[in-house]
Nanobody, 119 residues
Framework: QVQLAESGGGLVQAGGSLRLSCAASGSLFSINTMGWYRQAPGKQRDLVARLYTGGAKEYADSVKGRFTISRNNAKNTLYLQMNSLKPDDTAVYYC?????????????WGQGSQDTVSS
């Protein structure tokens, strides 16, 4: 099992910045990816950014150049630095860990963080 605790985020004006943190604990082995997803009202949950075990990073086109995903291995903490925020970035942001368990993939989610960008 993996436990994820999110912090950060909140309310910010357009053009501002926020940083999300996700502290991971539990069985932190066989992890394939760690990432951030978001879900706006009435929409599906979409990938924002993902960090692969080998170090590769993947970003949604809508956030490229504005958001940065990173990880502090010593603290087992994942971060999402969000700059130049737009009202369209308003959503609940979820931390995610995808882990290999008994030959299959298991996903773990944080509790979610409401981030609102005002115009």
């Amino acid at each position: 099992q993996v436990q994820l605790a999110e912090s950060g985020g909140g309310l910010v004006q357009a053009g501002g910045s926020l940083r999300l943190s996700c502290a991971a604990s539990g069985s932190l082995f066989s992890i394939n990816t760690m990432g951030w997803y978001r879900q706006a009202p009435g929409k599906q949950r979409d990938l924002v950014a993902r960090l692969y075990t080998g170090g590769a990073k993947e970003y949604a086109d809508s956030v490229k150049g504005r958001f940065t995903i990173s990880r502090n291995n010593a603290k087992n903490t994942l971060y999402l630095q969000m700059n130049s925020l737009k009202p369209d970035d308003t959503a609940v942001y979820y931390c995610n860990v995808e882990r290999a368990e008994l030959g299959r993939s298991s996903n773990y989610w944080g509790q979610g963080s409401q981030d609102t960008v005002s115009s």
